[in-house]
């Protein structure tokens, strides 16, 4: 039992340190009502089994969903236009990190999202999303989520929570609440 207590003991006082070094930052990088771009999600079904002329729906319905959902829980804050920014700046920019920010910083937004739905069979599908600080380069939220079942409500559920998420962080400053933090 003293042996389970000490790795307890260093578990809970490495916690702060582990956050730290995955990059999450000390104190809020931005205010609450940082404006946000949101680009249209990405497909990626290159590795699936079979592929649909569907799939794109897909990424379509997760774009509409992402972009509802931060709408109402970030009030005034979504820019408009940074999606047919990224969308003329390249077919992949809404996917690549510095293509992004590059949009997202003309559209003068503090925080970008950018997020993929990826294919791999019928029932199995992946969301993955990331919330990066425009200014930094920082990837503040960097969210993966396998997707398993009918795809349409599995991508509107994947991509909403993804979305709460994004909402939680970007009223925090860009803090993140992954870590138990210590006073």
Not at 71 to 96: D, H, K, S
Not at 130 to 140: C, D, E, K, S, Y
Not at 146 to 165: H, Q
């Amino acid at each position: 039992m003293p042996h389970f207590v000490c790795l307890l003991a260093i578990a809970l006082t490495a916690a702060p340190a582990m956050a730290r070094a995955q990059g999450a930052p000390a104190g809020p990088l931005e205010p609450a009502d940082a404006p946000v771009a949101v680009l249209n999600v990405a497909l990626y079904n290159d590795q699936a089994n079979v592929q649909e002329g569907s799939d794109s729906a897909r990424a379509v319905l997760s774009t509409h969903v992402l972009a509802a959902k931060l709408g109402e829980l970030l009030p005034g804050q979504i820019v408009p236009g940074a999606a047919g920014r990224a969308a003329a700046m390249g077919p992949l920019c809404n996917a690549v990190v510095a293509c992004a920010r590059e949009a997202a910083s003309a559209s003068e937004a503090r925080w970008v999202v950018l997020a993929k739905v990826s294919k791999t069979s019928n029932l199995i599908w992946l969301f993955t999303g990331q919330l990066i600080h425009v200014p930094t380069g920082t990837i503040i939220l960097d969210d993966s989520t396998e997707l398993k079942g009918e795809p349409e409500a599995m991508v509107r559920a994947g991509t909403r929570i993804f979305a709460e998420r994004v909402a939680r962080t970007v009223r925090a400053g860009g803090v993140t609440t992954n870590f138990p933090v210590q006073p």
